[in-house]
């Protein structure tokens, strides 16, 4: 597994050069190389592209590290894999310099690249996209030579669950199992299942309420427009890398490549909101007493309030006082059963939550690990490597005494996504309690009320 960073150079490009072609550290200068320029005077020609180039550009040039765990690879394999690097990220339109060091107990490749482009004249880019795309290209190039990588099920499970870069509301939906790319993702989940080719998944996201778009990105937008009505692309940074067009294609195709998706029972259902009338107190109400005309509309009023809730009542299955109390106490039972389902199956998720990134922590780490356990005496290498070790450690404790604690990342991924599926069903059938709770409670209180009233004349 090979660790990337990269940082600017503003000042003292030529001591950055020196320390990176060091001979105690450059196995006596053999492991260095360039492209486009001298090693010894890339200081010089650096600067002399900038010049030609009329660039105003502050920085001089780019710091690259690519690091790689401890006897994972070799000198010779550890620059090779460098050098693919600057090909496929610089494309041959930057001078750089690489170095391989091996003087750590660990092989790393500094890669020095002049800033501007000596094809295009242009600055180099540096943000979060590039630096991906760097991370992208070095974890294939690993991957492409035998090398350890980070978990593919873990890049996945958290690329659907971070929370990171939503809005509160969203968060808060997102947690309470209400969100709508939630939602959305989880309808394709269910039509990919159900489907064998593509015409079929999109006929599916019809019949679950999606309205369609075709372009160069899949966009949907359900019916009841509980996302406000816009479209939402199916793209990697809004629905996560399994949610784009190619990879809907993908799932679709070769299942088996795939985690499972739970065979429930996808709804959604349109919740009324609207507030129910309330019955006048025409003892107590002073424009009742006041107005006559108020006190003939609050008569007519109330009782076409009262009408509205008996029909209530009678599609509730309710046909007495008793009745009614008998059934409010009921769906108050239901609500507290489902609210404790819900906070059993959060307990579970942040526990498996917790388990996925424990495991992710000791595979990184288990390699160095390993090696420290050989030698423990070795207090250089502790101090080198201290944190890592503690992380190591710290995740072995975390996982101790879990019941999940020997599964794999990609079944507690299943799992978790299981659960989630269920919480979610189980949110919509507390939501349509707490409705009926809402309109019973305020029939009941509309009958209490009326009665109170007319039994008094």
């Not at 040039?61 to 894999?81: D, S």
């Not at 092989?107 to 630096?131: C, D, M, P, V, W």
């Not at 795939?258 to 309330?278: F, G, L, R, V």
């Not at 109330?302 to 309710?318: C, F, V, Y």
Request: charged share 30%; glycine share 4%; hydrophobic share 30%.
């Amino acid at each position: 597994m090979a660790v990337t960073k990269i940082h600017p150079i503003e000042k003292t490009l030529y001591l950055a050069l020196d320390y990176i072609m060091n001979e105690d550290k450059t196995d006596e200068k053999v492991l260095i190389s360039s492209f486009a320029c001298n090693p010894k005077t890339a200081h010089l020609e650096f600067e002399q592209t900038k010049r030609e180039c009329n660039s105003k550009a502050k920085i001089l040039a780019r710091h690259l590290i690519q690091a790689f765990a401890p006897g994972e690879t070799t000198p010779g394999q550890a620059h090779q894999i460098g050098m693919e690097l600057c090909q496929r990220v610089l494309q041959g339109k930057y001078e750089y310099v690489l170095t391989t060091h091996i003087d750590k107990g660990h092989l790393h490749n500094h890669i020095l690249f002049n800033n501007i482009s000596f094809e295009t004249g242009k600055a180099y880019q540096s943000n979060k996209r590039s630096y991906h795309q760097i991370r992208t290209v070095s974890d294939d190039l690993c991957k492409e030579n035998g090398l350890s990588v980070i978990d593919e099920n873990y890049k996945r499970f958290k690329s659907r669950y971070s929370t990171k870069g939503k809005s509160y509301m969203e968060y808060t939906e997102f947690k309470r199992g209400n969100s709508w790319k939630n939602k959305l993702q989880l309808a394709i989940d269910k039509a990919v299942l159900k489907s064998k080719t593509y015409e079929e998944f999109l006929k599916t996201m019809e019949d679950f309420g999606y309205e369609i778009k075709i372009g160069k990105y899949l966009s949907f937008r359900h019916k009841d427009k509980r996302d406000n009505g816009r479209f939402t692309r199916a793209k990697a940074n809004v629905l996560g890398e399994d949610y784009t067009k190619e990879k809907i294609k993908e799932r679709i195709e070769e299942p088996s490549k795939h985690y499972i998706y739970a065979n429930q029972k996808y709804h959604y259902e349109k919740c009324s909101y609207k507030k129910p009338d309330t019955v006048v107190d025409m003892k107590n109400n002073e424009k009742v007493q006041s107005s006559k005309g108020y006190e003939v509309w609050a008569g007519k009023h109330n009782m076409k309030t009262m009408a509205t809730a008996l029909n209530e009542m009678r599609k509730s299955g309710i046909s007495s006082y008793e009745e009614l109390d008998l059934k409010l106490k009921k769906v108050a039972s239901d609500r507290q059963q489902l609210l404790d389902k819900i906070k059993h199956i959060e307990k579970e998720m942040k526990s498996i939550y917790s388990i996925i990134e424990n495991k992710n922590t000791i595979s990184k780490n288990q390699l160095i690990y390993d090696m420290y356990m050989k030698d423990k005496e070795n207090k250089a290498f502790y101090e080198e490597y201290k944190s890592q070790i503690i992380a190591y450690e710290t995740a072995m404790k975390g996982i101790k005494n879990f019941k999940y604690q020997t599964l794999n990342i990609q079944v507690l991924s299943d799992k978790y996504m299981l659960l989630e599926q269920e919480k979610t069903t189980l949110m919509g059938e507390y939501s349509s309690k707490n409705s009926m709770i809402h309109k019973l409670g305020q029939a009941k209180k509309n009958t209490d009320l009326y009665l109170d009233n007319h039994l008094e004349k």
